[in-house]
């Protein structure tokens, strides 16, 4: 029972880092229907900037002082890049067929990787711990307050996202162009200045998630975005693209669905597989879903366009 309540803490905080990159890749996805696959890019920019932060203040201030400094200085530098990204990248190719946008957005994955290698270095480099480390117990399994954090922030995030897209002017900015960005602008509303707002946004989220995976998992490296970037979204396929709250049940249920299967997968198949093939799970979920149910599992609200 404690390892079965281990797994589901673990689960829980490494689903919530999955569901705050989906939303990211949600909220761009409803607004201009791209898939940015460079979003797992921002997520490692903002964990080597709050990195380089930490490193070089480090000792001079309490340290969730400087964890909340590195995050502001990581959320900045990742609205910037997102929002060059869009003007630079996207802008230019949005009217273009489909496949343009989505080649183009594999070559920012890999230019933007190639510069943090350059800037950076490509050496693993540990994350200091700024936070208090002794656990708590919880029926016998344990969880620390990071691990807490990332489970608060997560969900006050979600709420205040929610409360944004829904109570606020820009939120019914964002759902006009959503729905059709030519009415949307006869209306009085700038497509062109919401679709940069939502890719900070975004940024913003993969920042925070970038942050947090750092502080938990404890090292940063250039390509540490590749895997939870490609993760995110298949969350976000999973609850339904284009679907805030599908992008957060589908990344808490991966990460628990990965957790609980690194944690028994070496007992169902004998010892044949082990905890390292946890990755697998992932992609399997996508194939079933993609397979039994495309629209995820709450599905996207499509409006008609008028």
Request: glycine letters at 12%.
């Amino acid at each position: 029972m404690e390892t079965f309540i281990q797994q589901i803490i673990n689960g829980l905080v490494l689903g919530s880092v999955y569901a705050l990159v989906a939303l990211g890749y949600t909220m761009v996805y409803g607004i201009i229907n791209l898939i940015n696959f460079a979003h797992g890019e921002v997520l490692m920019v903002g964990a080597l900037t709050s990195w380089t932060v930490v490193t070089t203040l480090q000792g001079t201030m309490p340290g969730w002082l400087l964890l909340l400094l590195s995050l502001v200085a990581a959320i900045i530098v990742c609205a910037a890049l997102n929002f060059t990204i869009e003007k630079i990248a996207y802008r230019p190719l949005r009217n273009a067929p489909r496949l343009a946008p989505l080649i183009t957005a594999m070559g920012m994955s890999l230019l933007l990787q190639t510069l943090a290698m350059i800037i950076w270095k490509p050496n693993y480099k540990p994350y200091p711990i700024l936070l208090p480390s002794e656990p708590f117990d919880v029926f016998g399994a344990v969880i620390n307050v990071t691990q807490i954090i990332i489970l608060v922030v997560t969900a006050v995030t979600l709420g205040g996202l929610m409360y944004l897209v829904n109570k606020t002017k820009l939120g019914r900015a964002m759902r006009a162009t959503a729905e059709n960005p030519r009415v949307a602008g006869l209306m009085g509303v700038r497509p062109d200045m919401v679709i940069s707002a939502t890719f900070i946004i975004g940024a913003a989220l993969a920042a925070l998630a970038g942050v947090m995976y750092a502080a938990n998992y404890g090292s940063v490296q250039h390509t540490m975005g590749f895997l939870p970037g490609l993760k995110a979204f298949t969350a976000a396929v999973f609850g339904g693209i284009g679907n805030l709250p599908g992008a957060m049940v589908g990344g808490v249920l991966l990460g628990l669905i990965e957790s609980l299967g690194a944690g028994y997968i070496g007992k169902f198949t004998g010892g044949v597989l082990g905890s390292h093939y946890s990755d697998i799970f992932a992609f399997i979920v996508l194939i079933l879903i993609l397979t039994l149910r495309p629209q995820g599992l709450l599905g996207e609200r499509v409006a008609d366009r008028a």
